[in-house]
């Protein structure tokens, strides 16, 4: 168990950061929340610790939007907070554009319903179907379902923010 | 003819159906160039998608040993195993009062270790006052400026005035009798099949390393050099002893993280040095008083640089930051620790 824990650690660790990264907007905090993930599951030594590491990931990421709001926080998870993950070696103009890129695909992906996000964020976390109807509730079947319509509509409204972002700088 | 739906094309491509559903899609596309079509579009809508989740990655995300996790770990079976899982699942006021139970010793092991250290750098003035000097200046002191910093949040020791009363009427109080006769905690269980991992303590026990130390809060195991930066250069270290582990845990926006810092000294004892906010590092230090019965003893608190955090009126709040260590050591010796304590 420990082994099949420790390969789970070591393969899916990066993945957990990032899910929990793109629900909590902090990468420290996500990596706080990710160590935490691994260090229960080491407790509890889940029968399915890929799908356990992931519910659990979601369930800290919802605990941790209640207390940011509780805290006030949420003008700072709405705005964009581009120094922190900027690389520290990119050129200011790439960083500039980066961190707008950034911004856009977090507002489009604030767009969608949290279903859709949750669904969309543990596809991308590598979770198979099967795991992700199992943490979402939803049947296997409706996984392909939801993914289609998350992934058009966050392509659709992160072109439509594009093309208004063209349009404002060729009128500026 | 019968067209593949949309969605079951993003399942194809996502490599979620069957071998025998894939065998029928792919002899459909090769027939049919409606089909074909729509599977190039969603392939591309599909890389679309990673391309721009790609963007919101971090960088510099570090993974830690599994083996300090893995103590952390331990430390959670021995509390669900173990004495803490009573005051884990007691009434508010039980915890509240197990809490003021080691606030009281924290108070009492201050007091009792007074006059015997020279001040050094150390606050000046008794433990009950470097505490008030502390709370007085994070705008929470007020009606009991002495204690609303350094105590747990719920202020225990309102509904348990005795204890620190007792160490004001007595000097000479001694919290020894609970630290001799307080049984020893128990120590991990493993699961049956796993053995505990090997770490660089090499004269204890992993296990008891992690346990004899239960920090509440997240923790997270860092390299030397990003606890440095996260707390700008400020951490704690004990001249002369081997670091075996640097932990953060983050606070909020605008602070920077506790920060602690697990030595070890010749004999194997693990003392550890803590640098944070007042108010957070006196929760903790209680708390983890209480929960080891008061066997963990606390040196006298250390002011360090303050932060200056955004408060709602819109006015910078001060920050008051101290450093402590803490350890199963008694009070001098603990108070003669922080003198080989360098903060950068």
């Known amino acids: 168990m420990k082994d099949e824990l420790e390969r789970l650690y070591q393969t899916t660790y990066a993945s957990v950061v990032r899910f929990l990264y793109r629900k909590v907007w902090d990468a420290d905090r996500a990596e706080d929340l990710a160590q935490e993930v691994f260090i229960r599951a080491m407790a509890h030594r889940p029968e399915k610790p890929r799908a356990w590491v992931f519910a659990v990931a979601a369930n800290l990421a919802r605990d941790e939007a209640r207390s940011a709001i509780r805290r006030r926080r949420h003008l700072t998870l709405l705005t964009n907070e581009p120094a922190m993950l900027s690389a520290p070696e990119m050129p200011a103009d790439e960083a500039v554009e980066h961190d707008e890129r950034m911004g856009q695909v977090r507002e489009a992906l604030s767009v969608l319903s949290d279903r859709d996000r949750e669904v969309l964020l543990l596809w991308d976390a590598g979770m198979s179907y099967p795991e992700i109807a199992e943490q979402s509730g939803l049947a296997v079947g409706a996984v392909g379902t939801t993914l289609a319509r998350a992934r058009k509509r966050l392509i659709e409204t992160y072109d439509r923010q594009e093309a208004g972002r063209k349009q404002h700088a060729a009128h500026s | 003819m019968r067209h593949i739906p949309e969605e079951e094309l993003h399942a194809y491509l996502d490599q979620a159906l069957s071998r025998s559903q894939c065998v029928e899609i792919e002899c459909h596309l090769a027939d049919c160039i409606r089909c074909r079509h729509g599977r ?242 006196g929760e903790i230090l209680a708390d983890v008083i209480a929960r080891t019965d008061g066997a963990v003893h606390t040196s006298q608190p250390v002011r360090t640089t303050p932060d200056y955090v955004n408060s709602t009126s819109g006015a910078p709040r001060r920050s008051i930051r101290v450093a402590a260590i803490a350890g199963r050591l008694d009070v001098a010796t603990l108070d003669e620790l922080t003198k080989s304590l360098t903060i950068r």
Not at chain 2, 137 to 147: C, I, K, S, V
């Open chain 2, 40 to 281: 190039d579009q969603i392939a591309a809508l599909r890389d679309r998608t990673t391309a721009l989740l790609g963007e919101l990655s971090t960088v510099g995300s570090q993974r830690p040993a599994f083996a300090a996790l893995m103590i952390q770990a331990n430390t959670r079976r021995v509390e669900l195993q173990g004495p803490a899982t009573r005051s884990r699942h007691a009434s508010p006021w039980a915890r509240r009062g197990a809490q003021a139970a080691g606030v009281a010793l924290l108070l009492a092991a201050g007091w009792s270790a007074r006059g015997l250290v020279p001040a050094g750098p150390a606050l000046a003035g008794t433990p009950l006052q470097q505490l008030a000097s502390a709370a007085e200046f994070t705008g929470f002191g007020t009606g009991a400026p002495l204690l609303g910093s350094f105590l747990p949040r719920g202020n225990a020791a309102n509904r348990s005035p005795a204890a620190p009363t007792q160490t004001q009427a007595d000097p000479n109080w001694q919290p020894d009798p609970i630290e001799r006769t307080a049984p020893r905690r128990a120590l991990v269980t493993e699961a049956p099949g796993v053995t505990t991992m090997a770490l660089t303590v090499s004269t204890l026990d992993a296990s008891d390393y992690s346990a004899e130390f239960p920090a509440s809060g997240v923790w997270r195991s860092v390299p030397w050099a990003e606890a440095a930066a996260l707390t700008g250069d400020a951490v704690p270290r004990i001249h002369g002893l081997p670091v075996l582990e640097i932990q953060v845990q983050w606070i909020g926006p605008d602070e920077r993280p506790l920060v602690m810092v697990a030595h070890q000294d010749p004999s194997g004892r693990i003392i550890r040095s803590i640098e944070g906010p007042a108010d957070r590092l």
